[in-house]
């Protein structure tokens, strides 16, 4: 599968979501980014189904936000109303 098909593409994009949602933002990035690239070549004079593609990925942040917060809130020692 070369780096250039919309197989690869989709690989390196839920690789991407899978490593947002566990916390690791940067490694999610970088998978996202390649992604990114592929698409943008694949997709190349079609710059509204590029700006999809980009706003999908946008929300796999604001998505991938979500759980992590909900991670730690949960994982935050709970303290009763009364300070005891």
Do not use: C, W
């Not at 994009?13 to 999610?28: D, H, K, Q, R, T």
């Amino acid at each position: 599968m070369g780096q250039e098909s919309s197989d690869y593409a989709r690989i390196q994009e839920a690789i991407g979501v899978v490593f947002l949602e566990s916390g690791n933002v940067n490694e999610g990035a970088e998978h996202l980014k390649q992604a990114a690239q592929t698409y943008e070549t694949l997709y190349e004079g079609d710059e509204e189904l590029i700006q999809s593609k980009y706003q999908q990925f946008r929300s796999y942040y604001i998505d991938a936000g979500i759980v992590i917060g909900k991670h730690l809130r949960n994982a935050e020692p709970q303290q009763s109303l009364s300070g005891n």
